[in-house]
């Protein structure tokens, strides 16, 4: 099982350099299923807003693939190498996640060994828990049950 989480993922120049580093192929071939934030809605992920921003960190449109929360079905069993959850509200974007039960799925891509990148809110959940993370997020949808991925035993402090 391969993590990368950091709190400034591809929009460090650093950070984007050790992400290049531990890929298990280049950048251009890797294809990658790109879990935008809370705020991302069926009409930007049509618009290839998402798949532009991947692009200019060195993906190539034809392995870029945006999830839509109101399609999980699409996104599952899909030859790809990467899965990227990237920052925004950490309560609104695993939320987002959990309603379409699309949790099981990514736990299951990482297990069968898709290389799972975390950006700040994406490192978060993939922690056995964001309780914590409730003093730097805002709650946004009245989360109750703050058990998340359990991809990683331990607690990140992104912020």
Known sequence: ??????SCDFSNGESREVIYQNLPRPIEACRLLYI??????????ASDVYCVRMQE?????ENVIVFDHTRPDAFRNLDIDIIYVGGGNTFGTFDKIRKCNFDKDIIDYVKAGVTYIGGSAGAYIATQNIEH?????????EMTDFNSLGLFDGVILCH
């Open 1 to 6: 099982m391969k993590l990368i989480l950091s």
């Open 57 to 61: 960190f060195g993906f190539t449109k």
């Open 36 to 45: 935008p934030n809370d705020r991302a809605c069926p009409e930007a992920i």
């Open 133 to 141: 993370v409730l003093k730097y997020d805002d709650n946004n949808v």
